[in-house]
């Protein structure tokens, strides 16, 4: 068809020159208005033809700019598609851009597959917790801390010249144990002649002193027990005997009816 059209524009290209070099014969006679007329149509189908190229010249120009920009990155289409974990390998990111799609972690509602895969091998597990182990009771715990003056200020001699503390140790009953500390263990017994009368049994704490312990931490162990000794307060726990004649050492307390401060306050929590 453009090839038609080409044709038919070329034969309409063939005009009269404008001057003519040869002077016609006699018997031919020169129209002035045919000559016009041969003019404007030549000018008339140069100007559709210069028209026509120019058209098609900008149309595929037109087409040549949408195709680049179709395959630049920047302008390509994203497109959301659903892989399985098990055929994208690893969970991670991908480019939407790259040649690859893009892995969707979470399928829109409603699509295939947006289930749960109930595979095993899809099956998410947590290595278990760790098992708490409780504190063994034959561990040591770090005493105080003390300074080395402090050690040197502290004296024992008061507490072997106070006679009406000295108990014999053949009169205690140990029952339980019942915790420990940095010094070593406290246990529940019973104290037979410590009240009157003297055939009066009485339920006392015993604070025992490690056999390893050290002379600087046999004066702290007596030192921490001073305010007890001293102090006599319905709400003070009373020191009422004390066995250092010899190892280990040993300091008797009077018994808590409700029990130590911790248990009463767990206890006692909601009031």
């Not at 070099?21 to 030549?42: F, I, N, Q, T």
């Not at 507490?159 to 263990?185: N, T």
């Not at 280990?248 to 929590?269: A, I, Q």
Request: aromatic share 8%; glycine share 6%; charged share 20%.
């Amino acid at each position: 068809m453009w090839y038609l059209v080409l044709c038919y524009l070329f034969d309409l290209l063939n005009a009269r020159p404008l001057e003519p070099s040869v002077p016609p014969p006699d018997g031919d006679l020169v129209v002035g208005d045919d000559e016009a007329s041969g003019l404007a149509s030549s000018w008339g189908a140069s100007i559709v033809l210069v028209c026509l190229v120019t058209s098609v010249v900008f149309l595929l120009g037109c087409l040549c700019c949408n195709r680049r920009r179709s395959s630049s990155p920047a302008f390509r289409e994203f497109r959301n598609s659903t892989h399985s974990l098990n055929q994208a390998g690893q969970v991670g990111f991908v480019n939407p851009l790259s040649c690859s799609p893009e892995l969707s972690i979470f399928p829109p509602p409603g699509a295939a597959g947006a289930g749960i895969d109930q595979q095993p091998h899809s099956i998410i597990s947590f290595e278990p917790l760790p098992t708490l182990v409780p504190p063994q009771h034959g561990l040591v715990k770090r005493p105080p801390a003390y300074s080395a003056e402090l050690v040197r200020q502290l004296s024992s001699q008061n507490w072997f010249d106070d006679s009406d503390l000295r108990f014999p140790r053949q009169q205690l009953h140990y029952v339980k144990e019942i915790g420990r500390g940095w010094f070593g263990k406290v246990v529940e017994g019973e104290a037979r002649g410590l009240e009157d009368p003297p055939h009066r049994t009485s339920k006392v704490f015993v604070r025992i002193l490690r056999e390893d312990a050290s002379q600087a931490e046999k004066l702290f162990f007596l030192h921490e027990a001073n305010p007890y000794r001293r102090l006599r307060h319905v709400n003070i726990l009373r020191l009422m005997a004390t066995c250092l004649d010899t190892e280990p050492c040993l300091l008797v307390f009077e018994s808590c009816s409700r029990g130590d401060l911790k248990e009463f306050l767990l206890s006692n929590e909601a009031s």
